[in-house]
């Protein structure tokens, strides 16, 4: 049974940093991982991907300030995000797609297995 449980999320201030972390089981290997984040006032959007050559893709309001990583040891997922901003709040989803093309990773479609969030709230 494929799982992902993602862990690290928090309150921070403006310009903080936090590390989110994916726990993957279930499988040996995936075609992309990727992070998602939504809010109630928006539609999921992409974050960052990273495929599985160590390829990584990110959202332009992102490029700069958060790096995707993975550590394929701990079939671990990471995102590292520097100088939060207020709009960079939401619930942010790891998902995996073991099953097939990515397509860049940053379409939420491609992914077969979601994690049930956690929550990132920036205060100004």
């Known amino acids: 049974q494929v799982q992902l449980v993602e862990s690290g999320g928090g309150s921070v201030q403006a310009g903080g940093s936090l590390r989110l972390s994916c726990a993957a089981s279930?499988?040996?290997?995936?075609?992309?991982m990727g992070w998602f984040r939504q809010t109630p006032e928006k539609e999921r959007e992409a974050v960052a991907a990273?495929?599985?050559?160590?390829?990584?893709n990110y959202a332009d309001s992102v490029k700069g300030r958060f790096t995707i990583s993975k550590d394929n040891a701990k079939n671990t997922l990471y995102l590292h995000m520097n100088s939060l901003k207020p709009e960079d709040t939401g619930m942010y989803y790891c998902?995996?797609?073991?099953?097939?093309?990515?397509?860049?990773?940053?379409?939420?479609?491609?992914?077969?297995?979601w994690g049930q969030g956690t929550q990132v709230t920036v205060s100004s």
């Open positions: 998902a995996a797609n073991i099953w097939g093309p990515c397509l860049g990773g940053l379409v939420s479609t491609v992914y077969n297995y």
């Open positions: 279930g499988y040996t290997s995936s075609y992309c």
């Open positions: 990273i495929d599985r050559g160590g390829s990584t």
